[in-house]
């Protein structure tokens, strides 16, 4: 049967094109509101402690307002990197897909559950399958591996000599990083672990480097102090902590060279490398009970110096007492007592002001200062008071006592009466007469001698030329500024005085402590330098060949030349047979100078 209807198609297969657009679209559009799908993944599901994992959480068909949030995973360290977008066209269809990129970095080891993560998307909840990431204990080299030298770098703890600690005690653990000798740098340290159970982390600060020997190589430690403090009892644990850096190992063979200009440039192999090292424990024990009254929670050991003044005042003036506690532990735990029970006296807050003689802030001294008032003459003296803290080497609570002060207090002084000036009478008339006109001048008084003019007077005269002499110390300071800027040859030769002037004191420390490789590696720069300024030449295009080839040219002494061939020929030498005696050190410094000083004399 056909359906005509007025004004429409008169057959029926646009009727079946019609329905048909419109069931494609239905359909279509159901797919569009289904096709969102959310998603998370980890690039690995096991790694070590001391590396990162990567999540993802990834978005096809839309994404959500912003970056998601992810919740506090106790143990991680979730840190978001940035998004990433893909648009594909494909038979017609087009898909998108974000993802946004978070590092996961473990504190410690254990297997830790990223949970089900909501995301809503247009008014709908999108929901995502829980994570597990395991983290596992890192290879750490054996302690016969240490010490045989085999190790190119390594780390280890080294923990308080005391075999336990006090609740609240502070104190300091010391994080040793070994380089061996053939890691020429080394740089971009981050630590990536730092697991401490009953710790109370302080800020790390790098001390002085050393060198030791381990086996039959050299090598440099950078020693890294942690401060601690325990917040609880039991059994402590620090570690394995873990760091990565990027160290400059030596090219290989077949890059050519000599090996002593390649490690004075730098031309080596960087490589990133991961350090961890073993768990270390330690037992934390509770304070004694019964602690003293002054007890604060102050632990470790410290001497109490008083000082007042004035001691001679009268009632309600301020006596400043000054109480300094000097030794090492928590100073920041100790208080002065409760001042307002005193009987007599008026108080104020005390002000302090601490100051540590260490990086770790464990030791320094600590100020107070304590304004009291007495208020009658009958004070006579400063009452006693204490201190209090828990020594742990000898185990047991100490008191610092400050005796009785003597001060001497009198009665202030009595105010003065105002006197009240009385008004006159109304109707009194003034006697002293007015008088508006002024007596004249008998007399035109003593003669005064008066002073030269101006312009006959030296030092107005002087004054006069300061402007002009100014003005021609301008112009001659113009004069030389310009000379130099346009003669480069000048420049050079003063920046290089200065630089070989400033490298001698430098080869003379390094001299005195007996660093070998840094001295050699100065004495070959300064010698580029000022052979480079007296041949007008770059300086990295001087070598030994020079000496032969242009300076004799110059007409120096052959003892100068055969300084310079020495010094050269020491440089080289000292890459495979270096100079370990100070003494020799300074008489290489010494032949540098002498021959420096005939070259600098000789007009290039």
């Not at 994992?53 to 990834?58: E, G, Q, V």
Request: one cysteine or more; hydrophobic letters at 40%.
């Amino acid at each position: 049967m056909k359906l005509n209807m007025p004004g429409l198609w008169t057959r029926g297969q646009p009727w079946r094109t019609l329905l048909g657009a419109l069931v494609a679209g239905l359909f279509l559009w159901t797919n569009l509101v289904s096709a969102t799908t959310f998603t998370t993944s980890l690039d690995r599901d096991t790694i070590d402690l001391g590396e990162r994992a990567t999540l993802d959480l990834t978005f096809e068909g839309g994404g959500p307002q912003g970056t998601p949030a992810l919740p506090n995973i106790p143990g991680l360290n979730l840190a978001y990197v940035g998004p990433s977008s893909q648009f594909s066209f494909v038979n017609g269809q087009t898909s998108s897909t974000i993802t946004h990129h978070f590092s996961v970095t473990p504190q410690r080891l254990g297997v830790y559950t990223i949970p089900t993560l909501s995301v809503e998307i247009d008014g709908t909840v999108y929901n995502s399958q829980p994570l597990k990431l395991t983290v596992s204990q890192p290879n750490t080299p054996s302690q016969a591996d240490m010490n045989s030298g085999s190790e190119v770098a390594f780390a280890k703890v080294v923990m308080p000599t005391a075999d336990h600690l006090y609740v609240g005690q502070a104190t300091s653990a010391e994080l040793q990083i070994w380089l061996r000798d053939d890691v020429q740098n080394f740089g971009n340290l981050q630590m990536t672990g730092l697991p401490a159970d009953g710790f109370n982390v302080g800020k790390l600060t790098e001390r002085p480097r050393h060198r030791t020997q381990a086996g039959n190589r050299v090598y440099t430690i950078i020693p890294i102090a942690i401060p601690l403090t325990a917040i609880k009892s039991g059994t402590l644990t620090l570690g394995p902590l873990t760091a990565q850096m990027v160290i400059v190992l030596p090219g290989r063979s077949g890059q050519g060279g000599d090996p002593f200009f390649r490690q004075f440039f730098n031309t080596g192999e960087q490589k990133q490398i991961t350090l961890t090292t073993d768990t270390n424990s330690i037992e934390a024990l509770r304070l004694p009970a019964n602690p003293p009254a002054g007890f604060t929670g102050a632990i470790g050991r410290f001497k109490m110096t008083v000082t007042e003044g004035p001691t001679n005042v009268a009632a309600g003036d301020p006596i400043t007492l000054r109480v300094r506690l000097e030794g090492q532990g928590a100073l920041d735990t100790i208080s002065l007592p409760d001042f307002s029970t005193w009987n007599g006296f008026k108080s104020y807050p005390a002000t302090s002001k601490t100051e540590y003689s260490d990086q770790q802030a464990q030791a320094g001294v600590k100020t107070f200062e304590q304004i009291v008032t007495p208020q009658n003459p009958e004070v006579k003296e400063l009452p006693a008071f204490s201190l209090s803290y828990f020594d742990p080497e000898l185990r047991a609570y100490q008191t610092l006592n400050q005796p009785a002060l003597p001060i001497s207090v009198r009665s202030a002084g009595a105010a003065p009466v105002p006197s009240i000036v009385a008004s006159k009478p109304a109707g009194a008339e003034n006697t002293a007469a007015q008088s508006d006109v002024l007596p004249i001048k008998q007399g035109l008084g003593a003669l005064v001698a008066t002073r030269a003019p101006l312009l006959v007077q030296p030092g107005f005269l002087a004054l006069q030329c300061v402007p002009v002499l100014a003005f021609l110390s301008a112009l001659i300071w113009r004069r030389r500024v310009e000379n130099l800027a346009n003669n480069p040859r000048l420049r050079r030769q003063r920046a290089v005085a200065q630089l070989v002037q400033a490298g001698l004191l430098d080869l003379r420390k390094l001299a005195a402590e007996n660093n070998s490789e840094q001295f050699f590696a100065t004495l070959f720069r300064l010698l580029q330098e000022q052979l480079g300024e007296r041949l007008d030449c770059p300086a990295t295009a001087i070598t030994e060949s020079v000496v032969d080839d242009r300076l004799s040219a110059l007409k120096l002494p052959a003892s100068v030349l055969t300084g310079l061939r020495d010094l050269f020929q020491l440089c080289n030498q000292a890459r495979y047979a270096p100079v370990r005696d100070p003494q020799e050190l300074a008489a290489v410094a010494a032949k540098f100078e002498a021959s420096i000083r005939e070259l600098q004399s000789v007009k290039a």
